[in-house]
């Protein structure tokens, strides 16, 4: 191997470290949420990460937080189609996967409120749930989700308005409240 | 985005929410600016969402998410050092591998196909179908090609007809059947794939057969516009399963894909374009390709629409794959229109019911809040809404413009007027009115294809099945003119076979589009409707004289050769291509006549607009083992589709490849 190759072969090893390092949890959680289980949302993003290896850096590189979700969730709903269900992730397993090394009665606390808004995100039809979760989660700006979610900006403009208004609605600022404790 | 009404309270405006998350253009930002200004209430929905934001991203940002475990994470290091390549054909391999996700480009899916093509399909197509057919465990045994012409015949070729998709419960799937006969002794339905218990008992209808020239010179059908079953095959194929024989409609495939025809530039609506090269599967037959491209409109001259949309939500809607998937396509056709436009929405479930009275297309807020309204529930009793909706479509009629009712359903009408006869007899009445029909099909399970290809058809409409937002896109956005804005109806194909020139020949497709010589020329008779930039193709697979052929299926005839030709006949013409067609709303029909020469080019010199829709009709052909296909493998389809995709924008003719690739694998399952 000469090494000019090698070279760029260690150059984009690092493209790809660095695009895992930045997204991976990010991603997996967002699969999770589509998919319900740990193992089914790794498996998601491992073959969208393994996708990335394959395109041309020039190409993703200036819109990879876009490619990246677009691709994981075509990973995702091929999954649940292939399944015949589209579910989403139970409040209770999305308990189970907050941080392990958290103290104890913080993990609680932290839990119950978090059981809250989690109750109130599940309550959300998929597709604004799937638009905030992009939003506030993932920092996508609305241009970005309408191209991840195939929408158009103006839809995900209204699911993102309507998702929060219903969030705002059914928790009034208690619950709020216990999120910043 | 677009304008919203004046009262709305500011909390309610999603372009105040939109402003307070940062996401407008400066015009827009100062447009809410100065109504925050004049409006406290608007200054303070913007801090409300703002905090409700901050409080919603903070406690987001808490939860915690596990990573990829080290092994997952080391694949995709090596995969990083490699390029992936070997990862990415392994996966195919693996028969995980989907479809590319949207992002991926064109290339990258030609390239990874022409790997793929070079070391899967090996297996001839004629053996692979055959195996497929025979049920394992009944002792049946695998049918040759003559044995199935034999059984076709016995079963008048048509008598057996399975229409539709087929649920995977073998209950539903009688239920879709349309048997003349009875039910029982049909076998079951396993996982999409028709098990016969018989060995011949769903053998498959197969297409036209080849007819004399001498006998039958004139071969007449009317053109057919709809798509549906493309979509309803790719469903299938990547939900694991291929389709059964009857699922496939050939034209319906070809004619999925845009054609890159020049546009008409006399004065008729449409365009022909009439080629003939050598036929790919039989390269001592011709095929003949009959092209149509309607008149391009532009957005300045789309006619204002009266558009009412009338909705099932009925229990069976209650379907991720259906209700939402009809509310976001909705939504994206809602942005396509104008303030010209009018949007009703209608429903109909237990009851029928309007839920959106018409109301200015760009007022897209008061639709869109319609629609997220909307639930399933209730049995669906069709014909109360099919009433209401041609009744709110002529109360508003636009003259000149485009006045049509938008039926999605998954067209499983229980309540009501159900049977098929009556309900298409409703539909021909309102069809008079002059409101065009357009029926979009939604979800799988209980769908209703016949049924719906029917309404479509009678009520001077399209039929498109939508089972992705992908589709939706193409059917409701970038082929909206195609699909809303009629340039011609009651469009018939009339061809005559100069029997100097031509021993038999076999219309691809077009099976339920047949119509009879007599009717070509009579205005009464209903036919296919051509949308703005729209293109038709049919293609004629011929049997040429003097090649010393026999027509296949039919010997030669002791007493005659030829019936006594005209001058005409020795012009050295193959064919003679006659078309009609109504102005939209024109009741009396043009004709327009193109005289066909065959400049005896091969398929491999033909243009690649022919040789790809020759490919969609050999996998269709493949699909539903027609025997006309000799020992074509799906491996040489996919060569030719590989080699004729052209520009392919939409990249419509990738996912062909793909799904190309996606029946490899199935066959070897």
């Known amino acids: 191997m000469s090494s000019k190759q090698a070279r760029s072969e260690e150059r984009a090893e690092h493209w790809i470290g660095a695009a895992l390092a930045a997204h991976e949890r990010g991603l997996t959680l967002y699969a999770l949420r589509l998919l319900g289980d740990i193992e089914r949302a790794r498996d998601a993003v491992g073959e969208t990460f393994l996708r990335l290896c394959k395109q041309p850096r020039d190409d993703v590189e200036h819109r990879l937080a876009e490619w990246l979700y677009t691709v994981c969730r075509n990973q995702a709903l091929d999954v649940l189609r292939k399944e015949g269900r589209m579910s989403t992730l139970p409040a209770e397993n999305a308990a189970d996967i907050q941080s392990a090394d958290e103290p104890h009665t913080a993990a609680i606390e932290r839990r119950e409120c978090a059981s809250r808004v989690m109750d109130a995100m599940e309550a959300l039809p998929n597709n604004q749930r799937d638009a905030l979760l992009l939003k506030f989660q993932q920092g996508l700006s609305y241009k970005e989700i309408a191209r991840v979610t195939e929408e158009t900006v103006g839809n995900v403009g209204w699911l993102i308005h309507t998702g929060l208004k219903k969030l705002r609605d059914r928790l009034g600022d208690e619950a709020w409240k216990g999120i910043e404790a | ?669």
């Not at chain 2, 008048?156 to 539709?164: A, I, N, S, V």
């Not at chain 2, 050939?250 to 845009?258: G, I, M, Q, S």
């Open chain 2, 1 to 669: 985005m677009s304008t919203r009404r004046e009262d709305t309270h500011p909390a309610d405006d999603p372009i105040v929410t939109a402003y307070a998350l940062g996401e407008l253009e400066e015009s827009e930002r100062a447009a809410v600016e100065t109504r925050m200004a004049a409006d406290p209430r608007a200054a303070q929905a913007v801090a409300e969402v703002r905090r409700a934001a901050e409080q919603l991203e903070e406690h987001l940002a808490a939860q915690s998410a596990p990573g990829l475990t080290d092994a997952q994470r080391e694949r995709i290091e090596g995969a990083a050092r490699d390029g992936g390549q070997r990862v990415i054909v392994g996966r195919f391999g693996s028969g995980r591998w989907k479809r590319v996700a949207a992002a991926a480009s064109v290339v990258m899916v030609v390239g990874i196909g022409a790997l793929l093509f070079q070391r899967r399909f090996a297996a001839p197509g004629e053996e692979w179908l055959a195996a497929r057919r025979a049920s394992p465990g009944s002792g049946a045994v695998t049918l040759g090609r003559a044995e199935r012409a034999s059984t076709a015949a016995r079963y008048g070729g048509r008598t057996l007809t399975t229409k539709g998709a087929p649920a995977p419960s073998s209950e539903s799937i009688i239920g879709a059947f349309s048997v003349e006969g009875e039910a029982e002794s049909f076998g079951h339905v396993t996982d999409g794939l028709v098990d016969d218990l018989s060995g011949e008992a769903y053998d498959p209808i197969d297409g036209n057969p080849f007819l004399r020239a001498g006998d039958a010179p004139l071969s007449t059908f009317s053109v057919d516009v709809d798509t549906a079953s493309y979509s309803n095959v790719r469903r299938w194929i990547s939900d694991g399963s291929l389709p059964p024989a009857d699922a496939v409609r050939v034209e319906e495939l070809v004619n999925y894909f845009p054609y890159d025809y020049a546009g008409p530039d006399g004065p008729h609506p449409f365009a022909t374009h009439v080629e003939v090269a050598g036929c790919p599967w039989e390269p001592r037959h011709r095929l003949v390709r009959i092209g149509i491209k309607g008149r391009e409109i532009d957005e300045a001259g789309r006619k204002p629409s009266n558009l009412v949309f009338l909705l099932d939500v009925s229990g069976s809607m209650n379907d991720p794959r259906k209700l939402p998937l009809l509310k976001s396509a909705m939504g994206m056709l809602t942005e396509q229109l104008g303030a010209n436009d009018r949007v009703a929405i209608a429903v109909y479930a237990g009851a029928a019911g309007l839920v959106l009275v018409p109301t200015p297309a760009d007022n897209r807020w008061a639709i869109l809040e319609a629609l997220e309204r909307l639930e399933a529930g209730g049995s669906t009793a069709g014909a109360a809404g099919i009433e209401l909706a041609y009744e709110v479509a002529r109360e508003h009629f636009i003259v000149g413009g485009n006045n049509r009712v938008i039926l999605c359903t998954d067209g499983d009408f229980n309540v009501g007027v159900a049977a098929d006869g009556s309900l298409v007899r409703l539909i021909e009445k309102k069809a008079q009115s002059g409101v065009f029909l357009t029926v979009l099909g939604f979800g799988t399970g209980n769908l209703k294809d016949a049924k719906m290809e029917k309404l479509a058809d009678k009520g001077n409409g399209n039929y498109a099945y939508i089972d992705s937002r992908l589709e939706a896109r193409k059917v409701l956005v970038e082929q909206m003119g195609a699909t809303l804005e009629t340039i011609a109806k009651d469009v018939k194909v009339q061809v005559e076979f100069n029997p100097l020139a031509v021993e038999g020949y076999r219309l691809i497709g077009y099976e339920n589009r047949l119509l009879a010589a007599r009717d070509f020329a009579d205005d009464t008779k209903d036919a296919g409707e051509i949308g703005a930039g729209h293109t038709v193709t049919a293609l004629y697979e011929v049997v040429p004289v003097g090649a010393g052929l026999e027509v296949p299926g039919l010997g030669p005839l002791r007493y005659q050769e030829n019936g006594r030709p005209t001058n005409a006949a020795f012009d050295g013409e193959l064919l003679f291509v006659k078309l009609r067609y109504k102005e939209p709303e024109g009741d009396e029909s043009t004709l327009i006549e193109v005289p066909v020469s065959d400049a005896g080019g091969s398929f491999f010199e033909a243009d690649g607009e022919l040789r790809f829709a020759a490919s969609v009709a050999a996998f269709g052909m493949l699909l539903r083992g027609s025997q006309h296909l000799g020992k074509t493998t799906l491996d040489e389809v996919a060569d030719w589709a590989l080699e004729s995709t052209g520009d392919d924008p939409g990249g419509y003719r990738a996912g062909f490849l793909e799904l190309i690739a996606a029946t490899g694998e199935l066959r070897k399952e």
